[in-house]
Structures are given as structure tokens and as C-alpha cells.
């Protein structure tokens, strides 16, 4: 029994310095120390010793045990060391590598000009009014003095969502004026950017959905002298304090009078030339002083307030910002054009 238990020994012993991981150093516990282990199969043959042998054997068998654990600890020991080390080469990281730089992406150039504008209008004393998309032909028609046989009525320009008419995607931000003006009494001085549809085809000037930047200015004694002084401010903002403007005779329903005010073409500086198709001259926007009927329709006394307003192309508005050509470029999103701006 004693040769029986120093051979296990030496076996536990002998397997325990090849272990290399805490799996087999804890199978090797259960093999020799477990309940069903080597060792307690050994202790169960003490009955058949005598009482001289039974004390011998017995510290002996406690001394094995008390060795094998000790090798157990050892073992395990360095054994998690030599795990700690491995994972620790494993998951290395090398701080010095150079990163991966993300791309970062930046304003639209048709939101760079826009928030321009905004804080140009804004710095003027306007506030930013918002109307819906959705509207009601009552107010992008009706109380903006558009006559019932006007062209933009027709299914081929308008994008109607009512069978009767009554409802379409607004061709214009111009009803904005009508709802602020029926919430809202004198003085009033908003803009309100956003944006309207009409059956275009898609060209290098046209698209089916487009930005405009409605304006408005209501209060006593307004003259067009106002009207100009502000969209000149304007311009001279965007484009630089020397670039010329034009006003331009035109007839608006809602405004009388009505002009549009053209630019001096950023190409050529007023010679002519394929860009502004030999005019000198690019157009911004139309506008005009509103309509006394327009005025009367929302409850305001044209006889005592008098208006301005205007709406701006903000597609084209951003063209001459830039110098870009063709407005679908503005729509395709390829990063190759975008990233310029
Ligand atoms: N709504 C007009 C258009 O889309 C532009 C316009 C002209 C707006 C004159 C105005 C204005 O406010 O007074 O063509």
C-alpha cells in the first residue's frame, strides 16, 4: 500500500508538471484528489490493514494528499501565468499605429447659402415662418389674387392630391404669407424657406422640386424704396458689396407693382456670355408690393399698411453663389461634387 501510494504520487506529480492549461490542472485534481478520485480508492482499502500499519499508512496518505495539492497550487499557478501572458500578447494593441481618419461630412452648398441668407434675414430683424407642403388651394391660389383660369391651376403644371382641387403640393412658398398674416397683425417681417413643386421636366434649370425663400414685410409707410434697399442688402451680403442688381418690370398676381430682380451674371460681370445667354444679367427672384386685395382678404386695411415681399430661387440663389451650371448637380449627392464646397 505505501509503494501503491508513492507511485501515485509520482504519477500525479509527473502529470501535473506537463498540465499546460486550468482545465487540465483542475482535471487532474478530480483524476487523483475527487470523491471518485485515485486516492480516495487507495484510502478505501484501510480496513484490511492492522492497527500497526493503519496510523503509518494514514500519514503517509495525508502527506501524499498534502504534496499533491501543494503541486496542484503550483502548478496552477503558473499555468494562469502563462494563460495571462498568452492573452496578453493575443490582444495586444499597437497604440502607434496610425488611425483610420473617418470622413467627415459637412453642410450641403444649397444649406451653406441658406442658413447665409437666414442669418442675413435675420440679422435684418426677420423671423422664420413655416407653412406646409400639403396646401390648400385656397391659399396658394384663391388669396393670393390668382384668377380661376390661371395656368398654374392646370393638372399639367400642378401636382394636385384632391380630385375637386382643393388640396395640392404648393407650386410656391408664397401662401405663407396668407397664414402669417391672417394669425398675425402689423408690424410683421418674416421669411419662410422650403419647398414647392410643379410638373417640370428634369434640366439643367428645372427640377419638379425645388427651395424657395419666401419674404415678407408688413407695417405702415412701407414704399418699395424698402423693398429694394433690403434686397440689395442682400445681394451685397451673398455676392459681395460691388455686384449690381436690376429691377425689372413683372406682373405677379399678388404684388403691384411686380418686378424681378436680376444680378449681374458672375460669369461674364455684364458683357454676355453663355451663362447668362449673352443677357448681361441673371435672375434671383420676383417680387413687388402686396397686393392692396391680398392685404384686404386677410383683414389688414391697405389703406392704412402698406407691403413688400419677395420670393427667392434658393437652387438658383446658390448657383451664382458658386458658380455651378447645371442645377442637377445639386440633387445627384455624388461626394466628388459635394465635397468642393
Ligand atoms: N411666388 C413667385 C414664384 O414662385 C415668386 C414671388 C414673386 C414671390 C413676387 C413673391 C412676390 O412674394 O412678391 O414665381
Request: charged letters at 25%.
Amino acid at each position: 500500500m505505501q509503494e501503491k501510494l508513492t507511485a501515485l504520487r509520482d504519477a500525479a506529480l509527473g502529470e501535473l508538471q506537463i498540465a499546460d492549461s486550468a482545465k487540465s490542472v483542475e482535471e487532474l485534481r478530480v483524476k487523483y484528489l475527487g470523491k471518485k478520485g485515485e486516492l480516495t480508492a487507495i484510502l478505501k482499502q484501510m480496513g484490511g490493514l492492522s492497527a500497526e500499519e493503519r496510523p503509518v499508512i494514514g500519514a503517509l496518505a495525508n502527506t501524499v494528499r498534502s504534496e499533491i495539492e501543494n503541486a496542484i497550487a503550483a502548478r496552477s499557478a503558473e499555468v494562469d501565468a502563462i494563460e495571462l501572458e498568452h492573452r496578453l500578447k493575443a490582444e495586444r494593441i499597437d497604440v502607434t499605429l496610425p488611425g483610420k481618419t473617418p470622413r467627415v461630412g459637412h453642410k450641403h452648398p444649397m444649406s451653406i447659402v441658406l442658413d447665409e441668407a437666414k442669418d442675413i434675414f435675420i440679422s435684418m430683424g426677420f423671423t422664420v415662418a413655416e407653412g406646409p407642403e400639403v396646401e390648400l388651394s385656397v391659399y396658394d391660389f384663391d388669396k393670393l389674387n390668382i384668377p380661376p383660369n390661371h395656368t398654374v391651376r392646370e393638372w399639367s403644371d400642378t401636382f394636385y392630391v384632391a380630385e375637386d382641387e382643393s388640396v395640392h403640393l404648393r407650386c410656391q412658398t408664397s401662401p405663407v404669407q396668407v397664414r402669417v398674416m391672417e394669425k398675425q397683425s402689423p408690424p410683421i417681417r418674416i421669411i419662410s424657406p422650403g419647398r414647392v413643386y410643379r410638373k417640370d421636366e428634369v434640366d439643367a434649370t428645372h427640377s419638379p422640386m425645388f427651395h424657395q425663400i419666401e419674404g415678407l414685410v408688413v407695417d405702415r409707410g412701407i414704399t418699395l424704396g424698402d423693398l429694394k434697399g433690403t434686397l440689395n442688402a442682400l445681394v451685397g451680403k451673398l455676392y459681395g458689396t460691388g455686384t449690381k442688381t436690376r429691377f425689372r418690370p413683372h406682373h405677379f398676381p399678388f404684388t403691384e407693382p411686380s418686378c424681378e430682380v436680376d444680378v449681374e451674371c458672375f460669369v461674364c460681370g455684364g458683357k454676355g456670355c453663355r451663362v447668362c445667354k449673352g443677357e448681361g444679367w441673371i435672375e434671383l427672384l420676383g417680387s413687388g408690393m402686396v397686393h392692396p386685395k391680398v392685404l384686404a382678404g386677410v383683414g389688414i386695411d391697405p389703406d392704412e399698411y402698406s407691403g413688400f415681399a419677395f420670393g427667392i430661387g434658393v437652387e438658383r440663389m446658390t448657383m451664382l453663389r458658386f458658380g455651378i451650371d447645371d442645377m442637377r448637380l445639386l440633387f445627384e449627392n455624388d461626394t466628388r461634387f459635394l465635397s468642393q464646397f
